[in-house]
Every structure is written in structure tokens, then in C-alpha cells.
């Protein structure tokens, strides 16, 4: 079996690996001419750390990210709503990373490298369009006539997925919200435990922050901000780039009054070098990700938005199951079907809990309650329903620690 894999990013290159270790043989095609560590943060959840682990990344996630120790919910002045450890310390057996997506997909590519052969990565090559025969053969046709042939062609080519347009030409331009995201790293003291994500405010006015890198020889760390305001729907905004600039004296004095005793945010917001501006999109879920033997992984079959911190982590849950399910099942097209029936529900389920904001409801169940800030945050909102809306969508995303720690890997058997 041989599988075209469309898309160099974190789910195209986990998808690669992850067949690799199943003894299939694959061929990425990325559509930029190089690779460059582009973008911001994001964080990878203990579920995705476990499939990286089992793949043979731990020592390397570990050398390249800041293992997430605490999370922290808060108002807009800086009042603890929720706290809880996480990663290790929440009682998984596998860490919380917070990490740089260019040091993430660069760590992947060269895994791949490694382990494929640099002629198995293809940059430059952009899908122009496909086919499949009665025999079972997979045709991929990229923009300048480039073609390619295999088994089975997985398109992880992102939220403008061509292979997505071309199964659902009539889709349309991804869904806004309403919020713009202001993106950026800054260089500044660390807060709280050094190793903390915290996320202050509300659904229409919110800060989160967490640390990217350990701290220098000058005491500074490398943190990852997001500023979001959420705007009426009807506003017009660019179609999203995650390397479009943006401007603080856009956001700023959104931000000007939120100093807390642990953080200066408009501080933090200051010592950006360069920050990027970023509507908050996602899609519907599909009725089907899969035809003949042509499927879609990650954010090609299910974007959807950055709450939760599940994006990049659910797309490397993808990879594992589809590579399990092609090493495991009698034929492709039930390898498929296996993997479909398992992933899209799954997927479908976390992108609706993220359109009703996921488990950072508790900031607005508190915000609605209490706008002004509380004495006392029993008197606004019982812990146990704050426990109730967080643990809810840690079990619906496949993350509550007990599950995980206990189910069966993803690992097929080694081939021999």
C-alpha cells in the first residue's frame, strides 16, 4: 500500500509518521516551496502528547516546548475563577505542551526526513485535483502537471482544503463568528508558576497567555498571547492569514485597564515584536469526509475554533486512528470507513461544544453573573457546576485522565 498524503503541516506529518510506524509507505506533497516556522503558540493536549510519544517525539516535544503545569480561568480583573494542574500533574501519564507551531511542524518534518527519506517529502507541490479507477488507483494532479499515484490519498491541506472544495463545491467561505484573535510572542517575566495558561475575561472580550519557552539567561521567557474582542457578524474582515499583520493600536486600549497582581497585560501586549490578526473561523461539520478511497484529516474535514486547545491535538488523534485503522482492516475502503465512523462524530461533537465556547462557558457563566468582579466566587456560582461544564467537555474531546491513562494504544502491531 502506498499513501499520498496532501498538506505538510502538524496532521499531514503525524499522518505520515504514524503510517510509517505501521509499516505502510506514504509520500507527502506540502504546497509551499520551503518550510518556514511560521505562526504563534498553541498547545497540545496530554491525548496528542500520548499519540507523539508512542510515535518516539517525547524527548523532543520535551526539548522543544514548556510542559503546562497549571490552568488558570479568570475575570477581566484578574480574579481566579478555576484553577487546576495539568499535564503530569493533573495525574496523566503524559505532559500538557505549550509550543511554537513553526517548532512543532519543523520537529515533525524532520522526523519525517529521518525516518521516510527527504525524497518522501515533496514540498512545492500544490493539488490541483484527483482521480480513481476501477482498479483501486489514486491519481493526484498538482497546479504546473505534476502527478502522483497510490493506494490511497489523505488530504490534510487545511481549512481551505482543495480536495474539501472539490467534494463540497457549493460550501462556501469558512463561518466567522464575529471575534478577531491578535496573535503574538512576547519576551517578559514569568507569571504565576512559569508554566501556566491562563485565560481572562469573557466570550466577548478575553486575553490568554502561556509560556512558550523556559525562561533566558536574562529571566525572560518567550510567551504566547491571543487578544480577542468579538465584534458584530455582519463586520467584514480579510479572509484569515495566520501571517497577516495586525496592529496594537487597534486592541490596546481594549486591554489598557487589565493589570492584575500576577500580569500586566497591556505590558505584555506592548513587548510584541510583531503581532498577526486572525478572525475566528470554522466550518460545519460534513455529512461524510471519505469517497472511494480519497478521505480528509484534520482541519480539511473538521476546523474548527481555538477553544479548548484541541485544533492541532484532535488532527494528531486523526492521524493515529486512520494509520491504525489502514494497518488493521481487511481493505482500504473498510480502513476508511472504520476511521470515519470513529473521528467525524467525535470531531463534530468538539466543534459544536466550541461554537457554545467549551469549557471557557465558566468565564461567561461568571462574567453574566457577576460583571463587576465578586467577594466571594461561591456566592456567583457553585464549584460544582464550574466542574461540571470543564470535566464535561474534557470526557466529550477524549481527555479526561482516567479514560486515557486507562485505554488500549493506537500502536498496530509492528510489522515484521
Known amino acids: 500500500m502506498h499513501a499520498l498524503i496532501i498538506g505538510g503541516g502538524i496532521g ?72 487546576e494542574p495539568r499535564g503530569l500533574e493533573a495525574g496523566y501519564r503524559w505532559p ?3 509550543i511554537h507551531r513553526g517548532r512543532l511542524q519543523v520537529l515533525l518534518w524532520n522526523a519525517a526526513v529521518e525516518r521516510l527519506g527527504a525524497a518522501r517529502l515533496r514540498p512545492g507541490h500544490r493539488l490541483a485535483g484527483f482521480g480513481q479507477d476501477a482498479a483501486g488507483v489514486v491519481t493526484a494532479r498538482f497546479a504546473g502537471g505534476a502527478t502522483a499515484r497510490g493506494d490511497v490519498l489523505i488530504a490534510a491541506d487545511g481549512i481551505h482544503s482543495t480536495l474539501r472544495a472539490i467534494f463540497h463545491p457549493d460550501e462556501g467561505p469558512p463561518k466567522w463568528n464575529g471575534a478577531l484573535l491578535w496573535r503574538a510572542t512576547s519576551r517578559a517575566r514569568p507569571f504565576r508558576t512559569g508554566a501556566s495558561m491562563v485565560q481572562a475575561g469573557h466570550r466577548d472580550r478575553k486575553f490568554v497567555c502561556y509560556p512558550i519557552s ?7 521567557q518567550e510567551i504566547n498571547w491571543i487578544a480577542e474582542q468579538r465584534y458584530p457578524a455582519d463586520t467584514p474582515w480579510p479572509r484569515e492569514d495566520w501571517n497577516r499583520p495586525g496592529r496594537i493600536e487597534t486592541f ?58 484541541n485544533g492541532a491535538s484532535q488532527a494528531i488523534l486523526d492521524a493515529r486512528w486512520l494509520a491504525l485503522k489502514l494497518a488493521m482492516e481487511p481493505g482500504i475502503e473498510a480502513a476508511l470507513a472504520a476511521y470515519e465512523a470513529t473521528r467525524r462524530p467525535a470531531t463534530a461533537a468538539v466543534v459544536e461544544a466550541n461554537r457554545g465556547d467549551g469549557p471557557d462557558r465558566v468565564m461567561d457563566i461568571v462574567h453574566e453573573r457577576a460583571p463587576s468582579g465578586f467577594a466571594h466566587l461561591e456566592d456567583v456560582v457553585p464549584r460544582a457546576e464550574l466542574e461540571a461544564t470543564i470535566m464535561g467537555y474534557k470526557r466529550l474531546a477524549g481527555m479526561d485522565p482516567a479514560a486515557l491513562n486507562a485505554r488500549a494504544s493506537w500502536s498496530p502491531p509492528r510489522p515484521a
Do not use: K
Not at 475575570?75 to 481566579?80: A, K, T
Not at 523556559?214 to 525572560?220: N, R, S
Not at 505584555?268 to 486572525?278: D, M, P, R, T, W
Open 12 to 83: 499531514g506529518l503525524t499522518t505520515a509518521l504514524a503510517l510509517h510506524a505501521a509499516g505502510i509507505d506514504c509520500t507527502v506533497f506540502e504546497a509551499s516551496a520551503e518550510l518556514r516556522p511560521l505562526g504563534v503558540g498553541i498547545n497540545l493536549q496530554p491525548h496528542a502528547v500520548r499519540e507523539l510519544t508512542e510515535l518516539g517525539l517525547g524527548e523532543r516535544l520535551a526539548a522543544a516546548g514548556v510542559a503546562t503545569r497549571e490552568f488558570v480561568y479568570a475575570n477581566r480583573l484578574g480574579q481566579e475563577i478555576w484553577a
Open 96 to 98: 500538557q505542551y505549550s
Open 214 to 220: 523556559v525562561p533566558g539567561p536574562d529571566g525572560l
Open 252 to 309: 490596546l486600549p481594549l486591554f489598557a485597564d487589565w493589570r492584575f497582581d500576577w500580569l500586566d497585560v497591556p505590558a505584555l501586549i506592548g513587548a510584541a515584536e510583531a503581532v498577526y490578526e486572525f478572525p475566528m473561523v470554522d466550518r460545519d461539520p460534513l455529512p461524510g469526509w471519505t469517497r472511494g478511497r480519497v478521505t480528509l484529516l484534520g482541519d480539511a474535514a473538521h476546523p474548527m475554533y481555538p477553544i479548548g486547545s
